[in-house]
């Protein structure tokens, strides 16, 4: 299995929580760990483009309902396995989609216009905040409006001195 989105962003950008984790699970695998999951109590929600896990209500005090687990589908994401690296995520050394890979997945649902209009929001905001601790590597990926926004940012906090709020 191999993160990408905003788990992913927070290993390369400061981080933000976020209640949910995109998964890419090796394609002929997919079916197995969906298996497991609900043998332990996860209800799968089949979507286009994702199968959505999230513990079942019923499934013990502890539970964490607001978790919600997202297999990623499309055959696009495949090549992100074998390009991952191993990052951290809350203590643990987990395989994570490179950065570029990771501003890939976050263009792609930042430019579906069928997506939820503060789905899409969020995408543009984790692009621009990969592109300001990265912008060598994330700005030449933008297409041109968010490469503007993102530079014009890094100008504008050249420019300013620090108020203490995001150091």
Do not use: C
Request: avoid cysteine.
């Amino acid at each position: 299995m191999r993160r990408r989105g905003g788990l992913a962003t927070n290993t390369y950008a400061s981080p933000i929580y976020s209640a949910d984790v995109e998964l890419v699970v090796i394609a002929e695998d997919l079916g197995l760990v969906l298996d497991d999951l609900r043998a332990v109590g996860f209800r799968m929600e089949e979507l286009p483009v994702s199968v959505n896990a999230q513990r079942s209500a019923d499934h013990g005090a502890g539970a964490d309902h607001n978790l919600v687990v997202q297999f990623m589908r499309p055959k696009l994401h495949q090549p992100f396995v074998e390009r991952s690296t191993l990052r951290p995520i809350f203590g643990l050394e987990v395989p994570v989609a490179s950065l570029a890979d990771v501003v890939q997945g976050l263009l792609w649902t930042y430019g579906d216009s069928t997506r939820r209009e503060s789905r899409r929001a969020k995408d543009q905001l984790d692009l621009l905040r990969l592109a300001e601790v990265r912008p060598a590597e994330v700005e030449p990926l933008l297409p041109p409006d968010l490469r503007a926004e993102a530079i014009a940012n890094r100008t504008s906090r050249l420019q300013q001195p620090s108020d203490g709020w995001d150091d």
